[in-house]
Every structure is written in C-alpha cells, then in structure tokens.
C-alpha cells in the first residue's frame, strides 16, 4: 500500500511538473510574440515617419520653387523703369547704318537733310541705351540693350526713325524686327529669328534671316536677293524686276511676279520637285532673270 501510495504522489508530483513546464513555455513564447509584433509596430512607425518627413520636404521644396520665380517677377514689374525720346537730327544724310540686336525698329521715308528719332525704352534691371554717330553722311544708331534675353528681366526698345527716301539702309537685328516702307535707296537687311518687313520699296534690296518671318509686298526694286535658312519668306513685286535671286534652306518660298512677265530660270540648285513655277513665267529668251536655289525646303513662283 506503501509502494502504491509513493507512485501516485510522484506521478503527481510529475504532472504538476510538467504542466508548469509547458505553462512557462508557453508564457516566454507569448511574451517572445508580444515582443516581436511591437518591434514591427516600431519599425512601421519610424518608416511612417520618414515617409511623411520625406513628404514635407518635396513640399517645401516644390512651394520654394513656386513662390521665388513669382516673387522675382513680381519684383521685376514692380522695379520697371521707362523712357521716351524724340529727336531730330539736322544734318545732310546718305546713308543709314543701324545696329539693334533685340529692338522693334520701323524705317519711313521723311523730310532731306534730316532724321526724326523716335524710341520708347522698357527697363527693369539696367537700363538700354540709344547711341547716334555721323561719319561724313553716314549716319550710325546703336541700340544697347544690356541684361538676360526676357520679357520681365530684360529690357523692351521701340525704334521708329524717318530718314530721306534715296538713303541706303543696313540693318542689322538679332531677334528683334525691322519693318520699313516706301524707301528707295539701297536696302540691306539681317536679322536671326525677328520677322523682316518690307512694303512698296523701290530700291535694290537685300535680305538675310536665318529663322525669321520675310514679308515683301509691293516691291518695284529692280534687283532682289532673299536668303532664308528655315523660316517662311513671301515676296510680292507690283512691277517686273530684273534680277531676283532666292536661297531656301528648310523654309518656303512664295514669290509673286506681275502677270505676262516673263523670265530666264535657273532652277538647278532645286532638286525634285523642290520648286514650281508657275506655267508662261519661264522664258529662256526673257531679258529677266531668276535664279533659285532651294536645299531642303520648298518654292513656287508664279503671278
């Protein structure tokens, strides 16, 4: 009986053992899961707040970038200057050089020995300026505009001069335009990418524009030569020339020649199909001459 009792009681003892055993693994793994997940939740949390962090700072960058560009073009139309001139310059004149990288230039014919200036200057950073020079008959006008090449930054020059009919002119621009009409002295006239426009001149006529727009119309110059790299040209003669020279780089031609005259071609430089002309204009037996000369873009005369 002894014996039997001593078994149960170390069975017990055994089981008793065993389940606070399996209560203490079960407690450290409970304990082990509880620790991990909130490692993980930490781990989230400090990612969570990088993310947002990361998020504040595209902003402020991104509004940094907004509100300096309009408060530096706010400044500059708030620091806007401006100057208006008119001027005439009494002095017998042949010629007229001009020289205006950026300005807005108008050319008309006006009174002998005299020339009229008339400018408005738009400023914001340095002011341009308007320099005149004379050499003999030989009247020279220089248009400084200094500063960046923008609209709110920069500086803005209109130019209009009347100078006598028979003066030459050589005009030089770099984007800005040369308009000029009724003039009948010898014109030459360059621009890069400003627009050039000439009406009712008589006199020989030369123009170079690299990107520009060309518009002629109601030329009755005896001699015309257009050269034009990839902007659009359009010439229009109210009376025959006698010799009209084109070259077309990437642009496009559109000559107009008074109807029934007639003219000797020399269309080799064209290739294909690169130029048409219009049906009766060509002529080898004409005392005119066109010569055209067309690389890879396109032209068409006709009446």
Same mark, same amino acid.
């Given at each position: 009986?002894?014996d039997?009792?001593?078994?149960?009681?170390?069975?017990?003892?055994g089981?008793?053992?065993?389940?606070?055993?399996?209560?203490?693994?079960?407690?450290?793994?409970i304990?082990?899961?509880?620790?991990?997940?909130?490692d993980?939740?930490?781990?989230?949390?400090d990612?969570?707040?990088?993310?947002?962090r990361?998020w504040?700072?595209v902003a402020?960058?991104?509004?940094?970038?907004?509100v300096?560009?309009?408060?530096g073009?706010?400044?500059?139309?708030?620091?806007?200057?401006?100057?208006?001139?008119?001027?005439?310059?009494?002095?017998?004149?042949?010629?007229?050089?001009?020289d205006?990288p950026?300005?807005?230039v108008?050319?008309?014919?006006?009174?002998?020995?005299?020339?009229h200036?008339?400018?408005?200057?738009d400023?914001?950073?340095?002011?341009?300026?308007?320099?005149?020079?004379?050499?003999?008959?030989?009247?020279?006008v220089?248009?400084?505009?200094?500063?960046?090449?923008?609209?709110?930054?920069?500086s803005q020059?209109s130019?209009?001069?009347?100078?006598?009919a028979?003066?030459?002119?050589?005009?030089?621009?770099?984007s800005?335009?040369?308009?000029?009409?009724?003039?009948?002295?010898?014109?030459?006239?360059r621009?890069?990418?400003?627009?050039?426009?000439?009406?009712?001149s008589?006199?020989?006529?030369?123009?170079?524009d690299?990107?520009?727009?060309?518009?002629?119309?109601?030329?009755?110059?005896?001699?015309v030569?257009?050269?034009?790299r990839?902007?659009?040209?359009?010439?229009?003669?109210?009376?025959?020339?006698s010799?009209?020279?084109?070259? #077309?780089?990437? +642009?496009?031609? @559109?000559?107009?020649l008074?109807?029934?005259?007639?003219? %000797?071609? &020399?269309? *080799?430089? /064209?290739?294909g199909?690169?130029?048409? #002309?219009?049906? +009766?204009?060509? @002529?080898?037996?004409?005392?005119?001459l066109?010569?055209? %000369?067309v &690389?890879h *873009?396109? /032209?068409?005369?006709?009446?």
């Amino acid at each position: 009986m002894t014996d039997t009792r001593d078994r149960t009681t170390w069975r017990a003892a055994g089981d008793s053992l065993r389940g606070s055993s399996q209560r203490g693994i079960a407690e450290r793994g409970i304990a082990r899961r509880g620790t991990s997940q909130h490692d993980v939740g930490d781990s989230q949390s400090d990612g969570g707040r990088w993310q947002r962090r990361a998020w504040r700072a595209v902003a402020a960058l991104t509004g940094a970038l907004l509100v300096l560009p309009a408060g530096g073009y706010a400044w500059a139309w708030l620091a806007r200057d401006s100057r208006d001139a008119d001027l005439v310059l009494h002095h017998p004149v042949g010629a007229l050089r001009l020289d205006a990288p950026r300005a807005s230039v108008v050319l008309r014919p006006g009174p002998d020995d005299q020339v009229h200036l008339r400018y408005t200057m738009d400023w914001s950073v340095r002011a341009p300026a308007v320099r005149t020079g004379w050499a003999g008959d030989t009247l020279t006008v220089l248009v400084d505009q200094p500063g960046p090449d923008l609209d709110a930054f920069g500086s803005q020059v209109s130019l209009e001069i009347e100078l006598p009919a028979r003066a030459s002119v050589d005009a030089a621009s770099r984007s800005g335009s040369i308009s000029l009409s009724g003039l009948a002295g010898d014109l030459r006239l360059r621009t890069g990418s400003g627009p050039i426009t000439v009406s009712d001149s008589s006199g020989p006529l030369r123009v170079t524009d690299d990107s520009g727009r060309v518009r002629a119309t109601g030329l009755s110059s005896p001699t015309v030569a257009l050269q034009t790299r990839s902007g659009p040209a359009s010439v229009n003669f109210s009376t025959p020339p006698s010799r009209f020279t084109a070259s #077309v780089g990437a +642009g496009r031609l @559109d000559a107009s020649l008074p109807p029934g005259s007639r003219y %000797r071609l &020399d269309g *080799g430089g /064209a290739p294909g199909d690169a130029l048409r #002309v219009a049906p +009766g204009l060509a @002529d080898p037996d004409a005392a005119g001459l066109i010569s055209v %000369r067309v &690389d890879h *873009g396109y /032209a068409a005369l006709g009446y």
